[in-house]
């Protein structure tokens, strides 16, 4: 079995032997042959034991086991005593939630003290298919049915490739002892009520159900491969700068899939996904939200945009102040004009008549009734006018900024400038501004 594990550990370059590696050590079975194999491989092993106080004499007994065992081994221990109760109510977890937080958290903290190549946990092929079974029960992708992976991070389970009764066999066969937890005879946890209750009934149907379903894991990891590739290469065509193209996206087969893909990494749940693919061929303006993202259906996409949770400010502007922090970066240059006087037509400049102007200048948000009077033009237009003619999303009129002289919108910053201001033949000093985008 050692052999076995040894080509499993090289197949998925799980430790490479130059570095220590932390092993998690509990006193059971599965974690004392772990460390045997380890060490009986040649690998240089820190041994690591969390003493949860969740099973009163028994966490003692296997805390001065643990101790034991690894002086007979002549390998270092480390140990630590977490209040697992205390930790889950005060952070609204299940204790197995707590102390899995505790665990890999210190667990971390060793790898880095150490300088350690990676954290040897003892998971093996039967709790993978555990795993694969708790999922499918609960409801999952793809990904949730691959069952345990040999490496995530820096955690490595050389073990995954072989079973619980191989396990048994090894610590029999090298004369090893363990400790038992009594809490793993209950079946009030999933996990060992899937262990104890629902896998002998598989069994009663295929008696190496266990080792078809550790086969189907395998099965779908690859398969999911080849799902998560086709998602990225979907993700290049379907959003740029987060812009979804709907008519992109219902191109692709199973759309309501892929749309959940493409938002999940921006916090949005499945239910909402499914909320808004029911809108994608609806009118504009509906507005959906994930913990840190919005997303507007706007017409031929979904625009996606960062919650910020700030007000909008009004920032003023006076020349000679060189350290004012500007959300959008304004270079001033006041120019006294001549008659060859060019001006660059680009929306990224602006020409003011300099002595027209009332400082200090404000930059703001639109707001509603804000106008103006369009550059070359003689009437007034609303703004909100000038976004819809635009075709402005609501998240592009949130990001544009206003120049105001006094109470008049003087320049749409990037896109129009107002006509009450603009240079004339008695102009003398012209502002100009550029804005760098």
């Known amino acids: 079995?050692?052999?076995?594990?040894?080509?499993?550990?090289?197949?998925?370059?799980?430790?490479?032997?130059?570095?220590?590696?932390?092993?998690?050590?509990?006193?059971?079975?599965?974690?004392?042959?772990?460390?045997?194999?380890?060490?009986?491989?040649?690998?240089?092993?820190?041994?690591?034991?969390?003493?949860?106080?969740?099973?009163?004499?028994?966490?003692?007994?296997?805390?001065?086991?643990?101790?034991?065992?690894?002086?007979?081994?002549?390998?270092?221990?480390?140990?630590?005593?977490?209040?697992?109760?205390?930790?889950?109510?005060?952070?609204?977890?299940?204790?197995e939630m707590a102390a899995r937080e505790l665990r890999y958290r210190w667990f971390e903290e060793l790898l880095n003290t150490y300088d350690a190549d990676a954290v040897a946990v003892a998971h093996h092929r039967d709790d993978s298919v555990e795993t694969l079974l708790i999922n499918l029960t609960r409801g999952s992708g793809i990904t949730g049915l691959t069952g345990i992976k040999p490496k995530n991070g820096n955690v490595v389970r050389p073990l995954l490739c072989v079973s619980r009764e191989d396990i048994y066999a090894y610590i029999e066969n090298n004369g090893l002892e363990y400790v038992t937890d009594s809490s793993n005879s209950s079946d009030?946890?999933?996990?060992?009520?899937?262990?104890?209750?629902?896998?002998?009934?598989?069994?009663?149907?295929?008696?190496?159900?266990?080792?078809?379903?550790?086969?189907?894991?395998?099965?779908?990891?690859?398969?999911?491969?080849?799902?998560?590739?086709?998602?990225?290469?979907?993700?290049?065509?379907?959003?740029?700068?987060?812009?979804?193209?709907?008519?992109?996206?219902?191109?692709?087969?199973?759309?309501?899939?892929?749309?959940?893909?493409?938002?999940?990494?921006?916090?949005?749940?499945?239910?909402?996904?499914?909320?808004?693919?029911?809108?994608?061929?609806?009118?504009?303006?509906?507005?959906?939200?994930?913990?840190?993202?919005?997303?507007?259906?706007?017409?031929?996409?979904?625009?996606?945009?960062?919650?910020?949770?700030?007000?909008?400010?009004?920032?003023?502007?006076?020349?000679?102040?060189?350290?004012?922090?500007?959300?959008?970066?304004?270079?001033?240059?006041?120019?006294?004009?001549k008659e060859d006087y060019q001006i660059e037509k680009d929306r990224k400049f602006a020409y003011f008549d300099f002595d027209k102007l009332s400082f200090p200048l404000v930059l703001r948000h639109w707001q509603e009734g804000d106008w103006f009077v369009p550059f070359g033009m003689k009437g007034k237009k609303k703004i909100s006018d000038y976004f819809s003619d635009k075709k402005f999303s609501l998240f592009d009129k949130e990001k544009t900024w206003l120049l105001c002289s006094g109470q008049d919108v003087i320049w749409i910053v990037g896109e129009r400038t107002d006509n009450r201001y603009r240079i004339e033949k008695t102009t003398k000093r012209v502002l100009k501004l550029k804005f760098i985008d």
């Open 188 to 337: 009030i946890y999933t996990r060992n009520f899937i262990r104890l209750k629902v896998i002998p009934l598989l069994e009663e149907i295929n008696p190496s159900v266990k080792a078809s379903l550790a086969r189907t894991a395998n099965h779908l990891y690859d398969a999911s491969l080849i799902y998560n590739h086709s998602i990225e290469e979907a993700r290049k065509v379907i959003i740029q700068n987060n812009r979804l193209s709907i008519s992109a996206l219902l191109s692709f087969p199973a759309p309501a899939t892929i749309l959940y893909e493409m938002l999940k990494p921006y916090g949005f749940s499945r239910t909402v996904c499914e909320s808004i693919f029911t809108v994608l061929e609806k009118d504009s303006g509906k507005i959906f939200y994930s913990s840190t993202h919005r997303l507007l259906k706007d017409r031929s996409d979904l625009l996606i945009d960062v919650l910020s949770g700030e007000e909008s400010k009004a920032y003023l502007i006076n020349l000679e102040d060189d350290n004012v922090d500007l959300p959008v970066e304004l270079k001033p240059e006041i120019v006294v004009i």
């Open 1 to 95: 079995m050692k052999e076995q594990i040894q080509q499993y550990i090289i197949q998925h370059q799980l430790l490479s032997g130059e570095k220590p590696v932390v092993v998690g050590i509990s006193g059971g079975a599965d974690s004392v042959a772990l460390l045997h194999i380890l060490v009986s491989l040649g690998y240089k092993c820190i041994a690591a034991h969390c003493n949860f106080n969740l099973r009163g004499d028994e966490s003692f007994r296997d805390e001065q086991f643990t101790i034991d065992f690894t002086k007979r081994l002549q390998v270092p221990l480390c140990k630590i005593s977490f209040e697992t109760n205390k930790y889950a109510q005060e952070n609204r977890l299940s204790v």
